[in-house]
């Protein structure tokens, strides 16, 4: 059983002074749930090296057991160093995909064309596919077989208007992912703020914001 995780190396919110990156949590509680399943796990990024973390994910109030334990795993902490370019993985190599989020996707991946043509690849090949909070913004422009939205007509979640509001960031954002995951047929689905909540439709798993990473490893898992 190999994952791949795709992980941002955007690392400017926006026009901003601000950092951002990946979302610690998103990345280390799948990781260590995939590899506790006794999966192999490989990370890629577009420019390959160490993604960028996203500071405000490195604070004390929102530390988990996973995150906890990344960081003081040199094994782990290594290969997070070395992930791979995506112009270097296949997704013949792969049984699923998974995209962590924190706001850095929504200037890379949501537009990377390595990234959406392996999850075009993935879909075409009845691999499942997953992301958490706003790593479903790679989704937006991936495509069925048939050239379809890949969110049509699915149950899809994210990181929700509301909570985007919540942290101050409306105007920073590129584009609202809940609008564009409606604007594109997704049934989007929401529970409330800060909740856990994660849907699978048709090998597409998605989850709304950080509490939900565990539950849509999960469910990934469960495809497999």
């Not at 077989?145 to 919540?166: I, R, Y």
């Amino acid at each position: 059983m190999n994952i791949l995780i795709v992980l941002t190396s955007h690392d400017t919110l926006g026009d901003t002074d601000h950092k951002t990156g990946v979302w610690l949590e998103e990345f280390a509680a799948p990781y260590y749930t995939f590899l506790d399943a006794g999966a192999e796990v490989v990370l890629a990024s577009p420019r390959g090296g160490r993604p960028p973390i996203d500071p405000r994910s490195l604070a004390d109030e929102v530390q988990t057991d996973a995150t906890r334990k990344f960081a003081d795993d040199s094994d782990a902490q290594w290969q997070f160093d070395q992930s791979v370019r995506l112009t270097e993985v296949y997704a013949e190599d792969f049984d699923a995909l998974f995209f962590p989020g924190g706001h850095g996707p929504l200037w890379d991946l949501a537009n990377d064309p390595q990234s959406i043509g392996l999850i075009n690849a993935f879909i075409a090949a009845g691999k499942p596919v997953a992301a958490v909070c706003h790593g479903p913004c790679a989704f937006l422009k991936a495509r069925t077989p048939d050239g379809d939205p890949l969110v049509e007509d699915k149950k899809v979640t994210g990181f929700t208007n509301s909570e985007e509001a919540a942290i101050e960031l409306t105007e920073v954002v590129p584009f609202s992912l809940e609008d564009e995951l409606t604007r594109l047929g997704g049934n989007f689905v929401r529970t409330e703020d800060w909740g856990e909540l994660a849907v699978e439709d048709k090998g597409l798993v998605t989850g709304q914001n950080p509490a939900s990473s565990v539950a849509v490893a999960q469910k990934l898992l469960a495809l497999l």
